[in-house]
């Protein structure tokens, strides 16, 4: 993503007061990861979360509404104490791979 950036920079297809260029990625990007790798460019990251992540803390407090007392009816919270990390068994030693010729592979 940075390289395609700083082509089009290159290029002139951005420049310096144009809008920001928009990153889109599906659920299977990191999207903090590639805002603070691309923070340095002229980049928005805009990745969409899947509907079963978990977030690894609870949520903020919210701000009382000036002129309203907070309700028995309130909402709670939408992410409680982060679970424990279940204890996954150790894989066993596996027979070693078997070389086959074709493609992909070790050429003969």
Not at 63 to 89: F, N, Y
Request: glycine share 8%; with cysteine; charged share 30%.
């Amino acid at each position: 993503m940075r390289t395609v950036t700083e082509e089009l920079i290159a290029a002139g297809h951005w420049r310096e007061g144009d809008p920001e260029i928009w990153i889109v990625g599906d659920t299977g990007y990191d999207g903090p990861r590639l805002a603070f790798l691309l923070a340095d460019l002229p980049v928005r990251v805009l990745v969409r979360v899947r509907s079963d992540r978990v977030m690894a803390y609870p949520a903020a407090p919210r701000r009382p509404v000036r002129g309203t007392e907070p309700s028995s009816s309130s909402r709670t919270p939408a992410h409680g104490p982060r679970p424990p990390t279940p204890r996954l068994p150790r894989p066993r030693d596996t027979a070693p791979r078997k070389l086959v010729r074709g493609i992909d592979c070790i050429p003969s």
